[in-house]
């Protein structure tokens, strides 16, 4: 059977009680329908394995890192081949897990090479975002595009927005309003572009205004691209009867207005390759700026022009922050898991540390918060249930099979994907499955 259509074989049994997810039962953003990672209380199982509350498990061809995405019982993920030439959307049916849609959308005879960045990333990470009749996937440099999801036909595409990606794309795009937002930090151009979603042509398109003052930096590490490279997914929020959006680049974090592009405050940082998505907390953006000396989590208050470094951050700390996973906001705590086998808690209105324990593993899928529980999910495969609060409880530990060594970067670990929740169901992508996990 051709690999694009294989999938696990499941028991019948299991098939009788996989019922199909209803219209409202959607994940339609990597973080969910409010973009942080909450899933209200669906009632998703606190304990699973390989053979327990397994509904389905499918394989996915080629590689992508890409977050599952869904809606009207339809998940959505998009993959491509491991060299980077061929780029696929891929639609399975939630109840059966079966593949019912595999289509290329675009080819590259010479793929941007990532490197030594091969093992964290893959030529299609960003992941979809989804709304009532329309799947958007976007695939960075090599490009972006609609389909309805109904007949699962091309309604537009969007090839000639380009940066140098080095390492690869991981900015996912946000849905608001009539736009898709999309975010380029390459090593060469870094730029937001918003798209009308009907038509796929420019709306707006504003460049990243900081001054990156390279003079004084190494040659050759601004000529391989690390220093002006960001992974970040915008954070739109209402703020005083008005949208504004939340994104993190490469020496700087920038407010802007997503209707118009406009830049309205900047805050300015040292680091680079900043991956985690923003959370709001009363009034304040809280952050992480990436990675090198000087790299940082901070809180941001919204509001004011031009740049607020010295008038605006509430609160910053150089140790102990997520570089890869992004952080989730409970009440007033924020927890987020590290990689180095530490989940970490600390309050939302100072940045001070509640608690710090140690899970194991290492992380970069973004967790859940569930029937008051959240969830973090490893790249070793192992899933840690923890109770909100001011005190460490950890509440389950689920391994699911990993599907190749760490150190194997054209298969690797369990979780970079991070999860989606439909249901009483959670969607969890490791490197080449799918599975539904639901409570028997």
């Known amino acids: 059977?051709?690999?694009?259509?294989r999938f696990t074989a499941f028991s019948f049994a299991s098939l009788a009680l996989s019922l199909p997810l209803s219209a409202t039962d959607s994940w339609p953003d990597f973080r969910g329908p409010t973009g942080d990672g909450h899933a209200g209380n669906p009632g998703i199982p606190l304990e699973w394995s390989e053979t327990k509350n397994v509904k389905w498990k499918t394989e996915i061809p080629m590689l992508g890192l890409s977050s599952p995405i869904v809606m009207d019982n339809q998940v959505w993920?998009?993959?491509a081949t491991v060299e980077g030439h061929d780029f696929y959307v891929l639609c399975v049916d939630a109840t059966t897990g079966e593949i019912v849609t595999n289509q290329k959308l675009f080819h590259s005879d010479d793929p941007q090479s990532m490197g030594n960045g091969a093992q964290d990333n893959s030529y299609a990470t960003p992941s979809a975002v989804i709304e009532a009749g329309r799947v958007y996937v976007h695939y960075g440099h090599f490009g972006t595009a609609c389909l309805d999801t109904a007949t699962k036909q091309v309604i537009w595409k969007r090839d000639d927005l380009h940066c140098w990606h080095y390492r690869g794309a991981s900015s996912s795009p946000v849905l608001f309003e009539d736009l898709i937002i999309l975010t380029f930090d390459g090593a060469d151009l870094q730029y937001l572009v918003a798209l009308?979603?009907?038509t796929g042509k420019t709306v707006w398109k504003t460049d990243r205004s900081v001054d990156y003052n390279d003079e004084h930096i190494d040659k050759k590490m601004v000529q391989e691209g690390d220093w002006r490279k960001a992974h970040s997914t915008p954070l739109i929020v209402p703020i005083d009867g008005k949208p504004v959006m939340c994104?993190?680049?490469?020496?700087?974090?920038y407010g802007y207005d997503?209707?118009?592009?406009?830049?309205?405050w900047q805050v300015e940082h040292p680091a680079y390759s900043a991956s985690p998505r923003p959370v709001f907390y009363d009034g304040h953006f809280i952050i992480v700026t990436g990675f090198s000396q000087g790299a940082q989590m901070m809180s941001v208050k919204a509001g004011g022009s031009g740049i607020v470094t010295d008038s605006h951050v509430d609160w910053s700390f150089g140790k102990s922050f997520p570089k890869y996973s992004s952080p989730i906001l409970v009440d007033d705590l924020v927890y987020?898991?590290?990689?180095?086998?530490?989940?970490?808690?600390?309050?939302?209105?100072?940045g001070d540390i509640v608690w710090k324990d140690?899970?194991?593993?290492?992380?970069?899928?973004?967790p859940i918060y569930a029937d008051g529980r959240i969830y973090f999910f490893s790249l070793e495969g192992a899933t840690t249930v923890?109770?909100?609060?001011?005190?460490?409880?950890?509440?389950?530990?689920?391994?699911?099979?990993?599907?190749?060594?760490?150190?194997?970067p054209r298969r690797g670990p369990g979780f970079m994907a991070s999860p989606a929740v439909a249901g009483k169901a959670l969607f969890l992508r490791t490197r080449h499955h799918l599975y539904r996990i639901e409570a028997e």
């Open 77 to 79: 993920l998009t993959t």
């Open 247 to 253: 994104s993190t680049g490469a020496k700087a974090a």
């Open 386 to 408: 923890i109770e909100p609060g001011r005190e460490f409880k950890v509440l389950a530990t689920n391994h699911l099979a990993t599907d190749a060594p760490l150190d194997d």
């Open 358 to 366: 140690r899970v194991g593993g290492k992380y970069r899928a973004c």
């Open 196 to 198: 009308d979603k009907k």
């Open 1 to 5: 059977m051709n690999l694009a259509l």
């Open 336 to 350: 987020f898991a590290m990689d180095d086998s530490f989940v970490v808690c600390i309050e939302a209105k100072t």
């Open 258 to 264: 997503p209707r118009t592009g406009k830049e309205l």
